[in-house]
Structure formats: C-alpha cells, structure tokens
C-alpha cells in the first residue's frame, strides 16, 4: 500500500501539473471499488469545475474544486492517479476519467480496485467518517515532543505500534516506522511508555527527517506504486533494515532481524536496537 510519502509525492505532482485546469468531462468505466462509485454524483459535481489545490490528509488525496466542491482520493492496494494526453489508449483498469482543459485527462487506476473515488460538498467533507478519527500529521510543526509527550507516556503499545496508530499520528506506515526506529537506536518491541521523553524527541525528529527525505526522492518503489507523472519511487534504494533480514546492518555489522507485531513485519538491528 502506498504510504505518506507517496501520496505525498502524488499530490505534488497533481499540483504541479492540473492545479488551474477545468473538469470537461468525466467517464466512469468502473463502480467496483472498496466503496461504490457514485456515478451520478461525479457526473452532476464535477463537470465544469475548476481543480483549484491538491493536498494530502493522511494518506489521503484531496482536490480542491471551485465552487466548494471536494474529490477524495486513496489509492488503497495498487492505485494510480496519472495525468496523460487525452489521445492515449486506455488501460485495463483506468476505471474513472476526468477530461482536462488543454487536452489532457486525470485517469484514476486501480487493479485491485481497494481504492476510493467520490465527489464532496464541503459540508460532506467536514463531516466525513473515514476523517473524523485522524491523528497529527507528522509533519506539521506543531506536531513536535512537547504537544504528544502526554499521550506518550501514557501509552502501553510497543512503540513501533504507537507510531502506526492512526488515531495518535497518521501516515506512519510500516516502512518508515522501522527506519525511524533504526536511525533513533529504538528497539520496536520497546513500550512507549517506558521511553524517556529526551528519546521520544529524538525518534519523533527521525521520524520527520525519514518520511521528508522519502519525499523528496520520490517515496519507496513498492509493487504497483508511481506518481502523477507514471514514474517510480527510488527511495528503496537506501533503506538501512526494511526488507533486509539476515543482511548486515550497516552500522554494526550484526544481521538484520525481522519479527511480527500486530500482523505486521518489524525489521531492526539487535546490536543498534537494544530492548
């Protein structure tokens, strides 16, 4: 599933390249998804509409429209969202088009079809349940040691869960939190409550800097994952324990160990990550 720093990726991208331009059209080759497309509603809201800003709540995408309309996005499994010329041929599984002003058009894919697609009032927006529960974005300067330090210190969750809860910080997936985890020198297992608040504030900042520095090289190449503009992630490429069991740490040389908590793999270094 893509995380933060992909959706990320892609809404950059989006901005960069239909924030301005006009809904023509829109074409629904598919209603099947996670939730069912509802048709009707794209065709009535976004026609005629101008894409005015494209931002990312979680993991999430959230395009803007004039006159107060709202798309809500997520890629679920193996979605895309590609900007291409009009005239291109469609895919097997390009499911929802949007015809572009300047000849272009915003295709939705998704294989699996895990993804969501759906045209908002504002108002249906504010009030949307899949929003309400959301934690802090990691990224957001107030979302710093001394605002989550209480929560913290309250919790019993190994730490490495507590990052992946979504109610307490969002978009925190499993890669990222185990490279945060590394670079922090923080066992996965270790309870969260049991930290002290200096190491929360060093693993918070490692958290930041590991899902900024997936950013700006593109995200983490992971199965079906491209941007807007159908190009991979590389980030992958430098990923110190992720994926890498039994292979030397690059600190200390021991073997990269892999374990399972909450259904999910955790990979740390036992010599750099000590309980």
């Not at 959230?62 to 798309?71: E, F, K």
């Not at 908002?120 to 927006?125: C, D, I, Q, S």
């Not at 529960?133 to 913290?152: R, Y």
């Amino acid at each position: 599933m893509p995380e933060l720093p992909e959706v990320e990726t892609v809404c950059r991208g989006l901005q960069q390249t239909i924030a301005g331009k006009q809904i023509k059209a829109v074409i629904v080759r598919e209603t099947r998804l996670r939730k069912p497309v509802m048709s009707e509603k794209l065709y009535r809201l976004l026609p005629g509409k101008n894409l005015q800003r494209i931002e990312r709540r979680a993991k999430y995408i959230v395009m803007h429209l004039s006159d107060s309309v709202i798309v809500l996005a997520h890629l679920g499994m193996s979605g895309q969202i590609v900007v291409q010329p009009a005239d291109e041929q469609y895919r097997k599984h390009d499911h929802i088009i949007a015809n572009l002003s300047e000849g272009l058009q915003m295709r939705f894919h998704d294989p699996r079809r895990f993804g969501l697609f759906e045209a908002l009032t504002v108002e249906e927006f504010e009030k949307h349940p899949r929003l309400q529960h959301l934690g802090l974005e990691p990224l957001d300067k107030g979302t710093d040691a001394e605002q989550t330090w209480s929560h913290v210190r309250q919790s019993k969750k190994p730490i490495k869960n507590l990052l992946m809860d979504a109610s307490f910080i969002v978009g925190v997936g499993n890669i990222y939190a185990s490279e945060a985890l590394f670079f922090a020198g923080v066992h996965p297992q270790k309870i969260a409550g049991k930290m002290s608040k200096k190491k929360w504030q060093e693993l918070l900042q490692q958290v930041k800097t590991v899902l900024a520095k997936a950013i700006a090289q593109g995200g983490t190449t992971l199965n079906d994952f491209v941007n807007s503009q159908g190009e991979s992630g590389y980030f992958q490429l430098e990923l110190a324990v992720y994926g890498r069991e039994n292979q030397t740490c690059k600190t200390c040389a021991k073997p990269i160990k892999r374990i399972v908590q909450s259904g999910r793999s955790s990979f740390y270094c036992p010599g750099c990550q000590r309980i």
